[in-house]
């Protein structure tokens, strides 16, 4: 699992929703939160695939995210929750940060990927 900088998480949601010209990006991070709040049904996760296709093309940024955070040393945290949660869902929510991630970017919040992940475990 990926964690964030939490404090780049929400500023970086605060400017997709706020400026303009991102716009797309906010419908985009809309989009993921209406899928996600789905019941998982054989329809729900196809159209959870679906859209993670269609950003993870739209947003190379994914998975630089993705790649970079593969590349981390894995933390070993004791109180890891027993619960799976759906491939298709868990890859939106990574869509969801990536996202994130590009705005931080292009609104040069950040300089790097690297900067906004805060570990993996």
Same mark, same amino acid.
């Given at each position: 699992?990926?964690?964030?900088?939490? &404090?780049?998480?929400?500023?970086?949601?605060? =400017?997709?929703?706020?400026?303009?010209?991102?716009?797309?990006?906010?419908? *985009?991070?809309?989009?993921? &939160?209406?899928?996600?709040?789905?019941?998982?049904?054989?329809?729900?996760?196809?159209?959870?695939?679906?859209?993670?296709?269609?950003?993870?093309? #739209? %947003?190379?940024?994914?998975?630089?995210?993705?790649?970079? $955070?593969?590349? %981390?040393?894995?933390?070993?945290?004791?109180?890891?929750?027993?619960?799976?949660?759906?491939?298709? %869902? $868990?890859?939106? #929510?990574?869509? %969801?940060?990536?996202?994130?991630?590009?705005?931080?970017?292009? #609104?040069?919040?950040?300089?790097? =990927?690297?900067?906004? =992940?805060?570990?993996? *475990?």
């Amino acid at each position: 699992m990926i964690h964030f900088d939490n &404090n780049l998480a929400k500023e970086a949601f605060k =400017i997709a929703h706020e400026a303009h010209e991102l716009s797309d990006v906010a419908n *985009d991070l809309n989009r993921i &939160n209406t899928v996600l709040s789905t019941t998982p049904t054989i329809e729900n996760l196809f159209e959870a695939q679906r859209l993670d296709n269609e950003l993870r093309e #739209k %947003y190379p940024t994914i998975d630089k995210m993705l790649a970079i $955070a593969n590349s %981390y040393p894995m933390v070993t945290v004791a109180s890891q929750s027993n619960t799976q949660e759906l491939p298709e %869902y $868990a890859n939106l #929510k990574q869509d %969801y940060f990536g996202i994130l991630c590009y705005v931080l970017l292009k #609104k040069e919040i950040t300089t790097s =990927i690297e900067q906004f =992940i805060e570990r993996v *475990d």
